[in-house]
Structure formats: structure tokens, C-alpha cells
């Protein structure tokens, strides 16, 4: 167990509707990623956040937006859903330092989505 | 650009095999950090080691172990006596020292079945 919650584990919508997926990190980690698993597209990293502020875009769609709250739990949430968008979510955290790429990041269980 | 290749895309080996998952990258950073994490069935991913650019020393943790070769952007992951438990995808991954992030970069993984 990473320490990483998400919320739900499995999400059945129809095309056009709205989801919401939710993330808490560990215990005391700052940071939260959100990447998107699909079977053409492998492992994508989509947004970070870093202490409640977006640190860093990567390929997230303007479809899909993200925010993390006071208490450091983050969403996803996805609009407008069209099947591709069928993928796993995984949201990771780690613990948040001003230094780049020397952290570990933990993965939640993720979030499977099917959009029918 | 930064480039994660793994380009065994399935390998099938027998119980008590020893096997080799190869890990290729690019990157121009000169401080960077590589990754694997394993993927098993159940879906989730579990972070097994994390190896720094300036430390090319060999890491052995029971039946696993990582060779790390700068001259040639590799950083392999073998097991020895693999089980059935062992049966997953793995994933190699990079995250660079530029930048405000500490964005994955990961390669398509490697799906390896252990029969018993």
C-alpha cells in the first residue's frame, strides 16, 4: 500500500457526460501528479501540482482540468467525455521539495474509466 | 527530448529463470533520475527502485538487481530466480533535473510471464 488513496476505482459513463476523480496523497507529501494510462498512448504524465498551484503541464487535454485543495487532496475532473478517453487515471505523490527530479514518486490504486 | 525505450515488449521465461528487462533512455540533462516500477496484474504501480545520474554503482535487493551503464544510457533490471509472483509489466522511467518538475517520462513497459 502506497499511501495513496483515489476515488472511485471504476467509472462507467456515456460520451459527452462529466466525471470527477479524486486523489489524496501521503501523509505529509506536497505534491501530486496525475498521469493517464491507455492502451495507444502508454503512461502520460498530465498535471502537477505543488502545494495547492499547478506546477507543470504535460499532455492533458483542454477538456480536462485539475486543482488541489487546502487540505492537498486533488481532482481530475473530465469533461465532455468521448471514448478514447476510456483509460486508466493513476495520481501519485511525493513529498514536495523545491528540488526537481530527485523525488519518488507513490502511485495510487487508479481509476478506471470506461466511457460507453 | 527526453526518451524512455524498452523495447521487449513481452518476454515468457520459466519459474527459477533468471531474467533481464532492458531499459534504454535519452535525455540531455546532465542530472536525471531513473526509475522502475512494476505493474501487476491487480493494475496498480509499485515503485522498486530509484537510481541517480552521478551514481553508477550496481544495486542488488534480494532476487533483484540494476545495472546502471552511463556509456550506454542503460539501466537494466534483472531477476534471478523468478517466481510466479513476479508475473507483471514493467516499467522504466525518467525524470530530469531541468525545470520546475518531476514529470515521468516512461517507456511502453515490458510485460513478463513467469510459468510455473
Known amino acids: 500500500d502506497s499511501g495513496v488513496t483515489q476515488t472511485p476505482k471504476h467509472l462507467i459513463t456515456a460520451t459527452g457526460q462529466r466525471v470527477t476523480l479524486r486523489c489524496s496523497p501521503r501523509?505529509?507529501?506536497?505534491?501530486v501528479y496525475w498521469y493517464q494510462q491507455s492502451l495507444d498512448q502508454g503512461l502520460q504524465f498530465l498535471i502537477q501540482?505543488?502545494?495547492?498551484?499547478?506546477?507543470a503541464k504535460g499532455n492533458i487535454l483542454e477538456r480536462f482540468s485539475a486543482q488541489q485543495f487546502p487540505d492537498l487532496h486533488s481532482e481530475l475532473n473530465l469533461s465532455s467525455l468521448e471514448l478514447g478517453d476510456s483509460a486508466l487515471y493513476f495520481c501519485?505523490?511525493?513529498?514536495?521539495?523545491?528540488?526537481?527530479?530527485?523525488?519518488?514518486?507513490?502511485f495510487g490504486p487508479g481509476t478506471r474509466l470506461l466511457v460507453l | 527530448a527526453q526518451k524512455v525505450t524498452q523495447a521487449q515488449t513481452e518476454i515468457s521465461v520459466v519459474e527459477k529463470e533468471d531474467v533481464t528487462l532492458d531499459c534504454v533512455y535519452e535525455?540531455?540533462?546532465?542530472?536525471?533520475?531513473l526509475f522502475w516500477y512494476k505493474q501487476p496484474p491487480s493494475g496498480e504501480l509499485v515503485f522498486l527502485i530509484r537510481?541517480?545520474?552521478?551514481?553508477?554503482q550496481n544495486e542488488i535487493s534480494g532476487r533483484y538487481s540494476w545495472n546502471f551503464q552511463k556509456s550506454t544510457s542503460s539501466f537494466n533490471f534483472t531477476i534471478t530466480a523468478s517466481q510466479v509472483v513476479d508475473s507483471a509489466v514493467y516499467f522504466c522511467?525518467?525524470?530530469?533535473?531541468?525545470?520546475?518538475?518531476?514529470?515521468?517520462?516512461f517507456g511502453t513497459g515490458t510485460l513478463l510471464a513467469v510459468q510455473p
Open positions: 501519485a505523490s511525493s513529498v514536495g521539495l523545491r528540488v526537481s527530479g530527485t523525488e519518488t514518486q507513490y
Open positions: 501523509s505529509g507529501d506536497l505534491s
Open positions: 501540482y505543488y502545494n495547492g498551484e499547478e506546477r
Open positions: 535525455t540531455r540533462d546532465t542530472t536525471y533520475y
Open positions: 537510481r541517480n545520474s552521478f551514481d553508477e
Open positions: 522511467a525518467l525524470s530530469g533535473r531541468g525545470g520546475a518538475t518531476n514529470k515521468l517520462i
